[in-house]
Every structure is written in structure tokens, then in C-alpha cells.
């Protein structure tokens, strides 16, 4: 859905106007008051565009929620607080079904849901090797992004990172470093850098071993 916004948005617009243009000019020409017809355009207009920048980034958050919940990424439901990384590289041909194909053909793709209510989660990540990665953090309450894990932020050297929900008091274990979350709920998008066809498997391999487990006590 996205995709359709950001491609037709512009002449969907256009379309809306000339249709609301037409319906005036009728009113017009049949001699009809149109000062009502405006001021509700001018009321549906100035109420539903801060409804629609407010409530669409929450949507589609959601929206992915469910998407990785229920169907995954290609094979299946993705259990909560688990992290699945694509196999393959999405490119301009892939599905327009997938929830990854963003015509990419560089990169493999990792998402996830957590749920931090009964506790944090560690993720693990290895060595990439000065190769490019990146792994976003976004609060679905919101629909911001409030951390990264990635060679540009954190480096690519081996790490652990504990990601605690609002409120925890808890104590970081010596080496990890704290990721607080706004939110008990997150939503995770990851993508691993693929030099070429003879790179993926060692890439796909790097982006299996990005992982989370449970904070043990």
C-alpha cells in the first residue's frame, strides 16, 4: 500500500481536485449555492490531513505487525521476538505481494516483532567484517525509529545489545550494551549488504546469526 501511495499519490490528487472542480463548476452553471459545498471541502480537508499524517505511520507499522506475525516473510509466521532473515535478495521483478520487495537487489532483508513486557532481549550480532549492515528499531506507537545497530552507528564488530522495555531496572551484563525502548512492543527491520551472486551465501549466513534470546537473571 505504500508503494501504490508513493507511485499514484500525486495523480490520485489531481484527480480528487479536477473531480471537485467539475462538481463546482456544475453547481455553478445549474446556479446552486456553492458556499456550503466549500466550506465542507475546506472542513474535510483541514481535519482529514492531520488525521491522515497522524494515524497512517501507526497503520502501516501495524500492518507489518501483522504481516510478520501471520504470514512472514516467505516462509511462514515469524514468532514474536524471533528474527528471520530473507534468503534471497529482492529485486524490481520480486512479488509485489512481499513485504520486502522494495527493488533492492543489493541487500537481504531481516524482520521481526518484539514484545518486551516480560523482560528484555539480547541481540546478538557477529563479526560482519566492515560489511554493511544496519538494524532499525521503531516504536509502533509512534511509527519512529528511536535506535539503530549498523556499521554506521555501532561498527561491525561482534556485539551484544540488551533491548529493555520502558521502566526496566534491571542490570546490563558486563560487555552488552542497553537498548531502552519506548515501548514494550517493537517492530525490527535489518538488511545486510550482498556484493554479488558469489557473496550471498556468505552474506545470508552473517544475517542468520543476527539473533535475540531472553536476558537470562
Known amino acids: 500500500m505504500n508503494r501504490l501511495i508513493l507511485k499514484y499519490g500525486r495523480p490520485v490528487t489531481v484527480a480528487i481536485?479536477?473531480?471537485?472542480?467539475?462538481?463546482?463548476?456544475?453547481?455553478?452553471?445549474?446556479?446552486?449555492?456553492?458556499?456550503?459545498?466549500?466550506?465542507?471541502?475546506?472542513?474535510?480537508?483541514?481535519?482529514?490531513?492531520?488525521?491522515?499524517?497522524?494515524?497512517w505511520p501507526r497503520l502501516t507499522v501495524h500492518g507489518y505487525k501483522k504481516a510478520i506475525l501471520k504470514h512472514g516473510l516467505g516462509q511462514g509466521p515469524i514468532p514474536v521476538n524471533t528474527l528471520y532473515a530473507v534468503p534471497?535478495?529482492?529485486?524490481?521483478?520480486?512479488?509485489?505481494?512481499?513485504?520486502?520487495?522494495?527493488?533492492?537487489?543489493?541487500?537481504?532483508?531481516?524482520?521481526?516483532?518484539?514484545?518486551?513486557?516480560?523482560?528484555?532481549?539480547?541481540?546478538?550480532?557477529?563479526?560482519?567484517?566492515?560489511?554493511?549492515?544496519?538494524?532499525?528499531?521503531?516504536d509502533p506507537s509512534t511509527s519512529a525509529n528511536?535506535?539503530?545497530?549498523?556499521?554506521?552507528?555501532?561498527?561491525?564488530?561482534?556485539?551484544?545489545?540488551?533491548?529493555?522495555?520502558?521502566?526496566?531496572?534491571?542490570?546490563?551484563p558486563t560487555g552488552m550494551t542497553q537498548i531502552s525502548s519506548p515501548a514494550n512492543s517493537v517492530l525490527v527491520i535489518g538488511r545486510v549488504f550482498v556484493e554479488n551472486d558469489d557473496d550471498l551465501p556468505v552474506a545470508y549466513s552473517l544475517a542468520k546469526q543476527i539473533q535475540l534470546a531472553a536476558l537470562r537473571p
Not at 41 to 46: F, L
Not at 92 to 109: I, N, Q, R, V
Not at 126 to 137: G, H, K, T, V
Not at 146 to 156: D, L
Open 146 to 172: 528511536f535506535a539503530y545497530v549498523g556499521k554506521r552507528t555501532t561498527g561491525t564488530e561482534v556485539g551484544d545489545y540488551v533491548l529493555s522495555g520502558p521502566g526496566w531496572k534491571g542490570a546490563v
Open 17 to 55: 481536485l479536477l473531480i471537485f472542480a467539475w462538481v463546482i463548476f456544475r453547481r455553478i452553471v445549474n446556479g446552486d449555492e456553492i458556499m456550503p459545498l466549500a466550506l465542507a471541502a475546506v472542513i474535510v480537508w483541514g481535519l482529514g490531513t492531520p488525521a491522515f499524517i497522524f494515524f
Open 88 to 138: 534471497g535478495t529482492s529485486s524490481p521483478s520480486a512479488s509485489h505481494g512481499s513485504l520486502m520487495a522494495t527493488g533492492a537487489d543489493d541487500l537481504l532483508y531481516i524482520g521481526g516483532w518484539l514484545d518486551l513486557g516480560n523482560g528484555p532481549q539480547v541481540l546478538h550480532v557477529p563479526d560482519m567484517a566492515e560489511r554493511y549492515f544496519s538494524l532499525q528499531f521503531t
